[in-house]
């Protein structure tokens, strides 16, 4: 499921990144936590960097802070998982249309990046995740995650998608006992989104 609003938060500062963060470590404990989250709204410039409205920021955020605590309390698990796949959204890719080259496997249903443009996120993810021996699937959505672990035993996944649709596939992955990491988008709208590289790579 998408978001009902569009968001780029590519001209957020990086104190916003590191503020997530700090907030995801106390998650649970701060008793005033949709403060913090408006604080860190105000403090980061996000309705200036954004144009998002403050409830939409505050769901936004509170979805990066989920996450964060996801990847938190998965990562022991995760780093232990030794067959792992990058499950990468098709909307990321340079082009949606006749000019990507990536080949489509119906059965999965997934692309398989053919590479056919440098400057693409997901041909850099890619190679990224390739080289540390990683599957790479791109998918159309979340509902493929379930045929993708079906047809493949795999203990670690790391999945890119807008909050809400990762989301979801955290709680499918949860579901099958698989050990989960997530790197949000950080511009949605299903078309030419982007997730941070340097996150990912990090996360690999
Ligand atoms: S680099 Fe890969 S994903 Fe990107 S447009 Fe080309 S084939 Fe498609
Ligand atoms: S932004 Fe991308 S990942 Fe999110 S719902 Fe749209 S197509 Fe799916």
Avoid: W
């Avoid at 949860?174 to 299903?190: D, E, F, H, R, Y």
Wanted: proline residues 3%.
């Amino acid at each position: 499921m998408p978001y009902q609003f569009t968001f780029d938060l590519s001209k957020a500062p990086h104190l916003f990144f590191a503020e997530i963060a700090r907030v995801s470590y106390q998650k649970g404990m701060h008793k005033t936590l949709l403060n913090t989250l408006q604080d860190i709204i105000k403090n980061c410039r996000i309705q200036e960097a954004t144009g998002l409205n403050i409830a939409d920021a505050v769901v936004l955020l509170q979805d990066f802070i989920d996450l964060q605590a996801v990847n938190l309390m998965e990562r022991r698990k995760f780093m232990k998982a030794e067959k792992r796949a990058l499950l990468l959204p098709h909307c990321s890719r340079k082009y949606m249309d006749n000019r990507c080259q990536a080949q489509f496997d119906a059965s999965l249903p997934s692309y398989t990046c053919a590479h056919c443009s440098e400057d693409c996120l997901v041909n850099k993810a890619d190679h990224l995740a390739k080289k540390k021996g990683y599957d790479v699937y791109v998918v159309p959505g979340g509902s493929c995650i379930s045929k993708i672990l079906k047809s493949n035993q795999y203990e670690g996944v790391v999945g890119v998608a807008c909050g809400e649709e990762v989301k979801l596939g955290v709680d499918t992955l949860s579901n099958m006992n698989v050990a989960v990491q997530t790197v949000p988008l950080i511009k949605n709208g299903c078309a030419n989104t982007a997730f941070n590289i340097e996150t990912l790579a990090n996360t690999l």
